[in-house]
């Protein structure tokens, strides 16, 4: 099994921006990279996913915001974070998206932590 790192979070302020990494142990290639984020007594949520071929989509509430993007040569996916909100602060987990889905005890990371101040 693949192992995921996340770095990048931080401290920002409202309307900045950060570069979530997500580093793996192994191929990528085939995995749906899912990146989720855990508010502060809020259940956790998937923000955006990614194909190994690339394909991409995003949570209505990220959209226009967050992209979501890989290097599979390099073994890494990354979530780029603009315009960010006080309502994005959260742990961002970067996950294998189909054992999440069809698993109930998925070993998580530790995350990465954002907080956006307002």
């Known amino acids: 099994q693949v192992q995921l790192v996340e770095s990048g979070g931080g401290l920002v302020q409202a309307g900045g921006s950060l570069r979530l990494s997500c580093a793996a142990s192994?191929?990528?290639?085939?995995?749906?990279i899912g990146w989720y984020r855990q508010a502060p007594g809020k259940q956790r949520e998937l923000v955006a996913l990614i194909t190994g071929g690339g394909s991409s989509n995003v949570a209505d509430s990220v959209k226009g915001r967050f992209t979501i993007s890989r290097d599979n040569a390099e073994n890494m996916v990354y979530l780029q974070m603009n315009r960010l909100k006080s309502e994005d602060t959260g742990v961002y987990y970067c996950?294998?998206?189909?054992?999440?889905?069809?698993?109930?005890?998925?070993?998580w990371g530790q995350g990465t932590q954002v907080t956006v101040s307002s």
């Open positions: 192994g191929s990528i290639f085939s995995i749906i």
């Open positions: 996950a294998d998206w189909k054992r999440v889905t069809s698993t109930s005890t998925y070993s």
